[in-house]
């Protein structure tokens, strides 16, 4: 990637095709969340899995407002647009670790490449690319939100209450509502030690992002009107299946999916099924003509 893209982000590739970029949220890094899925979706797409600024290996923004994430990801999709990264790399046969990382410029444009990307998020990454698609209509042909993507504004009750809660989901050895366990139906299952590890790595970025959420303005555009994938865990405590309806009711023109025995995190506790679903989803998107 181009520094002045990225500004030194930590960017996982893989596979060859349409450009799908996914976001990661707020209780890990982009190898966490979609390290089990890579394989299966680079078979038809080349993926483009960055860690957020201020997660994982990337550095932080100025500041954490949902806008400025959104400005972050529009440099990060002209690059992947612009043919900024023409090595591509199959996943490895390795399952833990089937992506490779760039963070430097490596190519020209490619000209066979579309205009548009399919766009997808969980958690907060749903929330960052559904205002992302939202600002840049023209640049995403088809968007995918798992466990996340309300734009809901915050009254000023509930920013109090953010404020004094801030910092209680922290709980990453227990099983009470504020601990790793609570974001997957099996608290036991594959992933679930892993998971608590990026949780740990990753609280005060996840703080900084909750109290921006809560504390700045949302961005003016918030309704896509691209065909959207609703894809939800059937046991997600964390962002209920109450959410998704919600956000069926302010975006045109959805699809709804409901995955079950998974929680929040419904792509390391069922990668099988949410990568069949993804790929169902966004084969409309597989043709770049």
């Known amino acids: 990637m181009n520094d002045n893209n990225d500004r030194g982000a930590r960017v996982w590739r893989a596979g060859s095709g349409p450009v799908m970029v996914?976001?990661?949220?707020?209780?890990?890094?982009?190898?966490?969340?979609?390290?089990?899925?890579?394989g299966t979706v680079a078979q038809r797409f080349?993926?483009?899995?960055?860690?957020?600024?201020?997660?994982?290996?990337?550095?932080?923004?100025?500041?954490?407002?949902?806008?400025?994430?959104?400005?972050?990801?529009?440099?990060?999709?002209?690059?992947?647009?612009?043919?900024?990264?023409q090595t591509q790399r199959e996943p490895s046969t390795d399952s833990k670790h089937p992506l490779t990382s760039t963070s430097g410029e490596t190519g020209g444009r490619d000209e066979r490449r579309a205009d548009s990307i399919v766009?997808?998020?969980?958690?907060?990454?749903?929330?960052?690319?559904?205002?992302?698609?939202?600002?840049?209509?023209?640049?995403?042909?088809?968007?995918?939100?798992?466990?996340?993507?309300?734009?809901?504004?915050?009254?000023?009750?509930?920013?109090?209450?953010?404020?004094?809660?801030?910092?209680?989901?922290?709980?990453?050895?227990?099983?009470?509502?504020?601990?790793?366990?609570?974001?997957?139906?099996?608290?036991?299952?594959?992933?679930?030690?892993?998971?608590?590890?990026?949780?740990?790595?990753?609280?005060?970025?996840?703080?900084?992002?909750r109290r921006a959420i809560v504390e700045a303005p949302l961005p003016p555009d918030l309704t896509p009107t691209c065909t959207t994938l609703l894809l939800w865990g059937s046991e997600d405590r964390y962002c209920p299946e109450s959410t998704q309806q919600t956000i069926a009711a302010e975006i045109p023109d959805t699809r709804q999916v409901t995955i079950f025995d998974a929680g929040h995190l419904v792509s390391i506790e069922q990668p099988h099924r949410f990568?069949?679903?993804?790929?169902?989803?966004?084969?409309i998107a597989s043709d770049p003509g």
């Open 22 to 38: 996914l976001l990661h949220g707020e209780f890990g890094d982009a190898s966490t969340y979609w390290a089990p899925i890579a």
């Open 46 to 85: 080349e993926l483009v899995l960055p860690d957020l600024p201020g997660f994982g290996e990337s550095p932080p923004l100025a500041d954490y407002r949902l806008a400025t994430y959104v400005f972050w990801l529009r440099q990060l999709v002209d690059a992947a647009l612009s043919g900024a990264s």
């Open 119 to 209: 766009l997808g998020g969980i958690g907060f990454g749903a929330t960052v690319a559904r205002a992302f698609a939202a600002r840049y209509r023209t640049r995403v042909r088809r968007l995918i939100l798992s466990g996340g993507g309300s734009l809901e504004r915050p009254s000023r009750l509930h920013s109090l209450l953010s404020r004094i809660k801030s910092g209680q989901f922290g709980d990453t050895r227990g099983r009470g509502p504020r601990s790793v366990e609570h974001l997957f139906h099996d608290p036991t299952g594959h992933g679930v030690l892993e998971a608590r590890e990026a949780f740990e790595r990753t609280s005060a970025a996840r703080e900084r992002v």
């Open 275 to 283: 990568g069949a679903h993804l790929l169902d989803f966004a084969a």
